[in-house]
């Protein structure tokens, strides 16, 4: 099991950044992918940005041009950049991570990242606590 600990959430106003900070137990390697989801209370968890074992990127449509994803495998460290923050990006957001599988079809692959900035929550296996961030306007 990884464990998963978040970090740099706050407040801020409309047009600012913050920088959220994921620590794992583990190095982040090939046999894993990492993802960011975020909830507010009374909607489901829902998937911001993720990063495959190859360092492929993929955003929601609504993090796209403002949020970038990173991982530093030797600091076991995953970041969310977050730029032009709006007030709809208020939420609590978590840090994920989930094992690559293998099949013949597809080789390695990241069974809760999927195409076209898909997210599969339920194939993530390890979750932060999380940290909340609040977008004034």
């Known amino acids: 099991q990884v464990q998963l600990v978040e970090s740099g959430g706050g407040s801020v106003q409309a047009g600012g950044s913050l920088r959220l900070s994921c620590a794992a137990s583990?190095?982040?390697?090939?046999?894993?992918?990492m993802g960011w989801f975020r909830q507010v209370p009374g909607k489901e968890r829902e998937g911001v940005a993720g990063?495959?074992?190859?360092?492929?990127?993929r955003y929601a449509d609504s993090a796209k041009g403002r949020f970038t994803i990173s991982k530093d495998n030797a600091k076991k460290m995953l970041y969310l950049q977050m730029n032009s923050l709006k007030p709809e990006d208020t939420a609590m957001y978590y840090c994920?991570?989930?094992?690559?599988?293998?099949?013949?079809?597809?080789?390695?692959?990241?069974?809760?990242?999927?195409?076209?900035?898909?997210?599969?929550?339920?194939?993530?296996?390890?979750w932060g606590q999380g940290t909340q961030v609040t977008v004034s306007s």
């Open positions: 990063i495959d074992q190859d360092g492929s990127t």
């Open positions: 994920a991570a989930g094992r690559i599988k293998y099949s013949l079809g597809r080789g390695y692959y990241c069974p809760g990242l999927g195409a076209s900035g898909l997210f599969n929550a339920n194939e993530f296996d390890d």
């Open positions: 583990v190095y982040l390697n090939r046999d894993y992918c």
